[in-house]
């Protein structure tokens, strides 16, 4: 089932036969393309977070899901398509924050999402070697020319790395390796510098583990996903087929109104991470897709209990 969000307008469930049916990635900048500004990513996310002025960073949306969230690996997990690995989160609201814009981490007030107009498959850095595939959020301002440069130093506790064999799980969280381990583990990796390019937008994005890599040290098959142009807000994995919504998007609407959040929160007022409410499940998250494949049962956490999430690294 896929979960919509309410925006400004009303919005039509993806059975309504009036409705535009999906298309193919890659459709590109063309006039059906739908087009919407930054006001939509102010108005979806308002109920799963708080918005608020931040640096120099402008608006910044510090979501309310709880002191453990992880950008690209909780509630969520990695599929395979024609440009990479791409995210699919179990967020009703995952289609917006983990394609669009970059993340950043404060000490203090945790994760923070820093929006932006450009749409992709998931904006990570990727590294691999040995037992271990690894993944970063990319920070504002970091872009694949820097990436694949070699010149952009991520924090080691930024990292999630799991072995190479759980990459394709559909709770990958479960299988993080403890992060007091990470140092070991970026000091006997590099950096993968893979690429796919979308042949229809000339777009190139970092693509993460090479497909056949995965399937030899799996020793299974690894499908790949067609990305389904959606046309309203919301994602939806089924199949061989996932459905996402990836308008284009431009920083103020067409008759150059300013975009702005609603409710702005002064950042004096916003409570640390560990005291801060995690929204309601039920409202933040839709349910897990239903693909191929058996569900993994979690693996036991070594560690102390309520310590640090992952498997200690032998």
Wanted: proline share 7%; net charge positive.
């Amino acid at each position: 089932m896929l979960i919509l969000l309410n925006t400004t307008a009303c919005i039509a469930s993806y059975s309504t036969p009036n409705a535009p049916g999906p298309r193919p990635m890659g459709y590109g900048t063309s006039p059906q393309q739908v087009q919407i500004s930054l006001q939509v990513f102010y108005d979806q996310l308002s109920p799963y977070g708080t918005w608020v002025s931040y640096n120099n960073y402008g608006y910044v949306w510090i979501p309310s899901a709880g002191p453990d969230f992880f950008p690209y690996a909780s509630e969520g997990h990695w599929v395979f398509t024609n440009i990479g690995w791409t995210w699919y989160s179990n967020y009703s609201w995952g289609w917006a924050p983990f394609h669009y814009g970059r993340w950043l981490f404060d000490n203090y007030y945790g994760w923070i999402w820093v929006p932006d107009t450009e749409w992709g498959p998931a904006w990570v850095v990727w590294r691999g070697g040995g037992d271990f595939y690894g993944w970063a959020p990319l920070e504002p301002g970091i872009n694949i020319s820097i990436v694949l440069g070699g010149n952009h130093q991520v924090h080691h506790d930024r990292w999630i790395f799991v072995r190479n064999g759980d990459i394709g799980r559909s709770n990958v969280y479960s299988y993080t390796v403890n992060r007091t381990s990470n140092t070991t583990i970026i000091n006997n990796t590099t950096v993968i510098q893979n690429t796919r390019t979308n042949t229809q937008n000339n777009k190139t994005y970092i693509a993460g583990p090479d497909r056949n890599d995965v399937q030899r040290v799996t020793g299974r098959p690894v499908r790949q996903v067609a990305i389904q142009e959606a046309t309203q807000p919301g994602q939806m994995l089924k199949g061989d087929q996932l459905r996402i919504y990836k308008p284009a998007v431009q920083r103020n609407g067409n008759s150059g109104q300013k975009s702005a959040p609603a409710k702005i929160e002064n950042l004096k007022n916003v409570k640390p991470v560990n005291e801060r409410p995690k929204v309601n499940s039920q409202q933040g998250k839709q349910s897990p897709a239903k693909g191929k494949g058996n569900q993994e049962k979690p693996a036991k956490k070594k560690g102390k209990k309520g310590g640090n999430k992952g498997h200690e690294y032998s």
